[in-house]
T-cell receptor, first 114, second 112 residues
Framework: AQSVTQPDIHITVSEGASLELRCNYS??????LFWYVQSPGQGLQLLLK??????LVQGIKGFEAEFKRSQSSFNLRKPSVHWSDAAEYFC????????????FGSGTRLSIRP | DTAVSQTPKYLVTQMGNDKSIKCEQN?????MYWYKQDSKKFLKIMFSYNNKELIINETVPNRFSPKSPDKAHLNLHINSLELGDSAVYFC???????????FGQGTRLTVV
């Protein structure tokens, strides 16, 4: 069965520092991969997505992610975080066999140190 | 203009009651979902509809009944509410089946 693992429950970084949030997926074929962000008390907003092609994808708010098939990973990165980036981040996968089923990881909470 | 709107935003009710949550999207999308987010922030799909047709029902108790009167609306009715139903419920819509979903603000349901 398809699954998504986010090994880091909570990460704290200093404002202006770089960020990498980890995501590993389990799926037989090339999946559709996503990163969503959830600010406190809000719904989820799509940051970026990977379907095929260039393995480095750019998203909104200065985020990017790299698909690495050999590592079954889709890590999210940002070169310099801002205090407003503090939120919960979810990696997600959609399978071809059940294309309307979005499977989310357990989330990583990002805190920003002033 | 809110793309996916849910009402109410907060819902506090007693055990055993029946309640409904409404969802509307003005994006013209064909696919709509209900997700449940528990206290640990874990998101789990409950239902998915495509053009008013139920296509995913994820082993949800039959006390939960979704209804889609048209493709812009997907409501969730819950009978005989239990303490364990307390969670945040998110409605979402998608233009296709590829998973790029647009989420509502959520409905925080508290059963006391």
């Amino acid at each position: 069965a398809q699954s998504v693992t986010q090994p880091d429950i909570h990460i704290t970084v200093s404002e202006g520092a770089s960020l990498e949030l980890r995501c590993n997926y389990s799926y037989g074929a090339t999946p559709y991969l996503f990163w969503y962000v959830q600010s406190p008390g809000q719904g989820l907003q799509l940051l970026l997505k990977y379907f095929s092609g260039d393995t480095l994808v750019q998203g909104i708010k200065g985020f990017e992610a790299e698909f690495k098939r050999s590592q079954s990973s889709f890590n999210l990165r940002k070169p310099s975080v801002h205090w407003s980036d503090a939120a919960e981040y979810f990696c997600a996968v959609v399978s071809y066999s059940s294309a309307s089923k979005i499977i989310f990881g357990s989330g990583t909470r990002l805190s920003i140190r002033p | 203009d809110t793309a996916v709107s849910q009402t109410p935003k907060y819902l506090v009710t007693q055990m055993g009651n029946d309640k409904s949550i409404k969802c509307e999207q003005n994006l013209g999308h064909d696919t709509m979902y209900w997700y449940k987010q528990d206290s640990k922030k874990f998101l789990k799909i409950m239902f998915s509809y495509n053009n008013k047709e139920l296509i995913i029902n994820e082993t949800v108790p039959n006390r939960f009944s979704p209804k889609s009167p048209d493709k812009a609306h997907l409501n969730l009715h819950i009978n005989s509410l239990e303490l364990g139903d307390s969670a945040v419920y998110f409605c979402a819509s998608s233009p296709s089946r590829d998973g790029e979903a647009f989420f509502g603000q959520g409905t925080r349901l508290t059963v006391v």
